[in-house]
């Protein structure tokens, strides 16, 4: 039995879980409404404030998505709730962001700017202009947006210019040693 998946998820107050034909899975919170297909060997059900997702069989498909099956279901009930954020950092010399409406606007070095339009779901805040923050209530999206912001301008080894997650460390390389 999947440890992860066994795990049973407690729905807050405020929240809504529904399945509906084809095994969909819809959260409604005070956030937001997420909605997910998840596979028909696994069966999702509410127990009051809790919520218990097992598989029908004990096939070797069903057995592999049994607790990426739990992990969907628990992060659209946090999402709903909390909401996901990602921090990113941006170092270097006249590295900086600014927001602009809904567009957040980046001189990364190059001979122009770097403009990224936020997405449905997706907010963008700029506490700082070398802070980015982005959030929204579907994790994967929010995940998804952040590493495309940071593919813009991803860290090197050597000074550590570019963007970084504000958790990530970035391994530094020695530079070239002198003529001798």
Same mark, same amino acid.
């Given at each position: +039995?999947?440890?992860? $998946?066994?795990?049973?998820?407690?729905?807050?107050?405020?929240?809504?879980?529904?399945?509906?034909?084809?095994?969909?899975?819809?959260?409604?919170?005070? #956030?937001?409404?997420? &909605?997910?297909?998840?596979?028909?060997?696994?069966?999702?059900?509410?127990?009051?404030?809790?919520?218990? %997702?097992?598989?029908?069989?004990?096939?070797?498909?069903?057995?592999? =998505?049994?607790?990426?099956?739990?992990?969907? %279901?628990?992060? +659209?009930?946090?999402?709903? &709730?909390? $909401?996901?954020?990602?921090?990113?950092?941006?170092?270097?010399? $006249?590295?900086? /962001?600014?927001?602009?409406?809904?567009?957040?606007? +980046?001189? =990364?070095?190059?001979?122009?700017?770097?403009?990224?339009?936020? /997405?449905?779901?997706? /907010?963008?805040?700029?506490?700082?202009?070398?802070?980015?923050?982005?959030?929204?209530?579907?994790?994967?999206?929010?995940?998804?947006?952040?590493?495309?912001?940071?593919?813009?301008?991803?860290?090197?080894?050597?000074?550590?210019?570019?963007?970084?997650? /504000?958790?990530?460390?970035?391994?530094? #390389?020695?530079?070239?040693?002198?003529?001798?």
């Amino acid at each position: +039995m999947s440890r992860i $998946g066994k795990t049973p998820i407690a729905l807050p107050a405020g929240v809504q879980l529904s399945v509906d034909e084809g095994n969909v899975v819809t959260v409604q919170g005070p #956030k937001g409404t997420l &909605t997910q297909a998840i596979s028909p060997l696994i069966n999702v059900a509410v127990d009051g404030a809790v919520i218990n %997702v097992t598989r029908k069989t004990e096939e070797t498909q069903a057995r592999s =998505l049994h607790g990426l099956s739990r992990t969907l %279901v628990a992060n +659209m009930v946090t999402g709903v &709730t909390d $909401g996901f954020k990602k921090e990113l950092d941006i170092n270097g010399v $006249g590295y900086r /962001a600014t927001k602009d409406g809904k567009k957040l606007v +980046m001189n =990364l070095g190059y001979s122009h700017q770097v403009i990224v339009e936020e /997405a449905d779901g997706i /907010a963008i805040d700029v506490p700082a202009p070398n802070k980015v923050v982005i959030s929204g209530i579907d994790k994967q999206a929010v995940g998804q947006f952040a590493a495309d912001v940071r593919k813009k301008r991803p860290p090197e080894p050597y000074k550590g210019k570019g963007i970084k997650y /504000a958790n990530e460390v970035i391994r530094r #390389k020695e530079g070239k040693t002198g003529a001798k």
